[in-house]
């Protein structure tokens, strides 16, 4: 396990490669993105409480944002709302997005930590058409906290972190555009899963089992990596418990780049 950088802004999350392969991390405590590359890193704000980050198949940049509860796009230096209801009805605040190869958004609408839960499960998954005219609810007000979304290398599975359950849930496409959920994973111990990001080779799930730092029931933190059937092949130990997000290198689909919350430190783990 290698420290890329540290003392980054705060709660950091998201880690991202843009089509360049230069690192991107979210900080939602400060409002700002962190661009890494050769050992040194540079930031700009973007206000609010950014959430995630990710970029499409041009190279734009797309932003979650708790505060603005909405998606928000990035285009010469401006920033501007795309999609902020469902409806009518204002999202929560999306929490975690992924692209598929087409061009479709999907992602998952919880608020911050908390805000949904057990007892008030009323998370939701959207998916948006990738001329961004179709927004369609793949699971509506039914979630414990969804948080870290992503897709297997073919596109053909939808994962959906579910915080509060402690498990990861699976959504296949029968047809095409109906989505069938199910669970994939259940966890015992700590909070739950914050974030999951698929091996783009060998489609293993690596996912960040999250807890709150300064518990007594889990001073370290680990991420799991998971077959594609939901089997458990390995637990990596990280020195702290607020694993939030993961990433794979676009050129080095080995290399696992890991934020970590409590010290504000990204990782870097080679995938055997």
């Not at 285009?75 to 009518?88: A, N, V």
């Not at 414990?144 to 979304?149: F, L, R, S």
């Not at 077959?227 to 050129?251: C, D, H, K, N, Y």
């Amino acid at each position: 396990m290698q420290v890329v950088a540290s003392g980054l802004g705060s709660q950091i999350c998201s880690p991202v490669f843009d089509l360049k392969d230069t690192l991107h991390i979210v900080s939602t405590g400060t409002g700002e993105i962190f661009r890494i590359f050769d050992k040194k890193s540079q930031s700009f704000a973007v206000g609010g409480a950014p959430s995630c980050v990710r970029f499409n198949n041009e190279g734009e940049m797309y932003l979650g944002d708790f505060n603005h509860h909405a998606i928000l796009l990035q285009q010469e230096e401006e920033i501007t709302p795309l999609i902020r209801d469902y409806e009518g009805r204002s999202f929560k605040g999306p929490h975690s997005c992924c692209f598929d190869r087409l061009g479709s958004l999907y992602f998952t609408d919880s608020g911050p930590v908390g805000e949904t839960g057990l007892r008030d499960p009323r998370g939701s998954v959207f998916c948006v058409s990738p001329d961004g005219q179709l927004l369609q609810p793949l699971m509506l007000d039914t979630l414990a906290c969804p948080t870290g979304i992503a897709l297997s290398p073919d596109d053909s599975t939808l994962y959906v972190c579910e915080l509060m359950q402690n498990r990861i849930l699976r959504a296949v496409q029968r047809p095409t555009g109906v989505f069938h959920f199910s669970v994939f994973h259940q966890f015992s111990g700590g909070m739950g899963p914050m974030a999951v990001a698929v091996q783009p080779t060998t489609g293993n799930l690596y996912v960040a089992n999250y807890d709150f730092a300064g518990t007594h029931s889990s001073a370290v933190g680990y991420v799991t990596v998971l077959t594609p059937q939901g089997e458990q092949l390995e637990r990596i130990q990280m020195g702290a418990p607020e694993v939030t997000g993961l990433a794979f290198s676009r050129e080095q689909p080995n290399m696992l780049y890991i934020t970590e919350a409590s010290t504000n430190t990204v990782y870097r783990w080679e995938c055997h």
